[in-house]
């Protein structure tokens, strides 16, 4: 028996212990928004977690927005960074109404698909090296959860990027979707900008040509990056907040008008076309002036030479499991955006198979726990 089918094997045999901590930090509420106090909660727990299998942790203090932990296991030369998050979308209070719960091989509740799920596997992948043993002594393993990812590791992604910078490879556990050989191996970058349009208020109907209106300048723009839009070649342009004038009907053209977007992009050209483009914008009306705040958010994560080592690594131990494997890029951003852009070799999706992240049907298969697990104990392992 290969060294991957011997941890798939051992996480088969103590998977209702996997369940049985997935249940602990699935009920351990941890909205990116909510109290700090209850988020620390769940914080702690996992800092214990790892303490309990050698590692020696430190905590980040990010102010309100909560705790981050670091762990580090081995002494070695070689060292793997495990990256994840586990702050979730859910309002706190979430649980009170759906608990951790398993029916038909699935096992759901707030955040268990992302990331929750993806953190315990870490624990059972190096628990299962440890008592297998099968840990490298020339490997350090060192880890980062942080817990502000789903509002865009505002206070994390420079940490992410420091430890990143230092490690030989990074495995990110971000939902596997519904296939064990699932990984992600590119994603897009984002921009996320406020454009407002600044004018001339007055009376809507006495004289409208006395007013400069932001919202008509507003529509200009609108339809001008919709035409930019081009899902082939790997950019659009997202508007999802749009704010101008007053709540209801009033005879008053406001002032000033604001639209945000979120821009995404498949490479760095890509990306430094947007930037041009929104340069480039200038106001069609009299007496209308632009305001373009924000910018970047993520780079993209592409493939490259870099990254090869962990993605042809990641398929052999697949095809070893028996699974066919599926590398897919997605539109979404993650931090495996951040490790990528230092030039640590570095692979995202490696959390547990489900589907409906972000929605109240979320949900990971039961069945696909010991394949995923061992895909990452083995990446660990040999990378």
């Not at 303490?51 to 580090?72: N, P, S």
């Not at 590791?153 to 979707?177: F, Y």
């Not at 008008?257 to 995404?264: K, L, N, P, Q, T």
Request: glycine share 12%; hydrophobic share 35%.
């Amino acid at each position: 028996m290969g060294n991957s089918k011997m941890i798939e094997a051992y996480v088969a045999e103590h998977q209702r212990e996997f369940l049985g901590i997935l249940e602990k930090v699935v009920n351990l509420e941890s909205h990116t928004y909510g109290p700090r106090k209850v988020k620390d909660q769940c914080g702690m727990y996992l800092k214990g977690l790892f303490e309990g299998l050698g590692f020696t942790t430190d905590l980040v203090d990010a102010g309100k927005t909560g705790i981050h932990i670091t762990g580090r296991l081995g002494s070695g030369t070689q060292k793997v960074l495990l990256v994840g998050h586990y702050d979730t979308v859910f309002p706190t209070g979430t649980t009170e109404k759906r608990p951790f719960s398993v029916k038909d091989n699935k096992a759901y509740g707030p955040g268990i698909y992302d990331m929750k799920g993806g953190l315990i596997s870490y624990y059972m992948a190096v628990k299962a090296l440890r008592e297998l043993g099968m840990l490298p002594e020339d490997k350090q393993i060192e880890f980062f959860f942080n817990c502000d990812e789903e509002a865009g590791s505002g206070t994390s992604k420079d940490r992410i990027m420091q430890l990143a910078s230092q490690a030989g490879a990074c495995l990110v556990a971000e939902p596997g979707h519904d296939s064990v050989g699932y990984v992600t191996a590119e994603r897009f970058g984002r921009s996320v900008v406020k454009i407002t349009a600044k004018g001339e208020a007055g009376h809507a109907g006495n004289r409208p040509d006395y007013t400069a209106n932001p919202l008509l300048e507003l529509s200009y723009i609108l339809i001008d990056l919709e035409s930019r839009c081009d899902k082939k070649r790997g950019v659009w342009y997202s508007p999802v907040s749009m704010h101008g004038g007053d709540v209801g009907p009033t005879a008053m053209t406001p002032a000033e008008a604001s639209v945000i977007y979120d821009i995404r992009y498949l490479n760095e050209a890509l990306g430094q076309e947007v930037e041009e483009v929104l340069q480039s914008l200038k106001p069609r009306l009299k007496n209308v002036q632009l305001e373009i705040t924000g910018g970047r958010e993520k780079p993209p994560f592409a493939q490259s030479k870099v990254h090869a080592k962990v993605f042809n690594r990641a398929k052999e131990i697949v095809e070893e499991l028996g699974y066919t494997y599926h590398p897919t890029r997605l539109g979404g951003g993650s931090d495996c955006n951040f490790t990528a852009s230092v030039g640590c070799p570095s692979l995202c999706g490696l959390g547990l198979n489900g589907d409906f992240l972000h929605n109240p049907q979320e949900y990971i298969r039961i069945d696909t726990i010991p394949p995923r697990v061992a895909l990452v104990a083995e990446l660990i392992r040999t990378l």
